[in-house]
């Protein structure tokens, strides 16, 4: 199978070398990661919580979107990081965004906002 090109946002806790702090903060570090071995699945639910040394950051597939599910969501993964990780992921994870909303948009993170103006293209073109 082949694996798209993309630009990968990288998450990195390895402790740097003594240095300025200035110097440290300018430069983020990159660590080759071989990711021949690893499983993807697909999140459309996530829930977090957390302790006072770490934030634990469940996913699963909700097979009912709208409404209130009507049996338990099953977890599949189950991510435990640090706060300090956690707020590096953050970062990345934001910056990834501001980029793709600069290419394609604001997204929407409101289903109802998404949902209704499709429904009014709809009602005025009957």
Known sequence: MA????????VNETAAPAAAPAE???APQRVEVDD???????ANFCRVNGT?????????????PFGAP?????????LVVNYYTAKRLMAALQLSI???EAAFGVLETNVQKRVLPAAMRQQGGK
């Open 98 to 100: 501001q980029r793709h």
């Open 52 to 64: 006072p040394e770490e934030l634990i950051i469940d996913f699963g597939l909700n097979s009912q």
């Open 70 to 78: 009507q049996k338990a969501l099953p977890v599949n993964q189950r």
């Open 36 to 42: 021949s071995s690893v499983t993807a699945c697909y």
């Open 3 to 10: 694996k798209a090109e993309e630009k990968k946002e990288e």
């Open 24 to 26: 440290q903060a300018a």
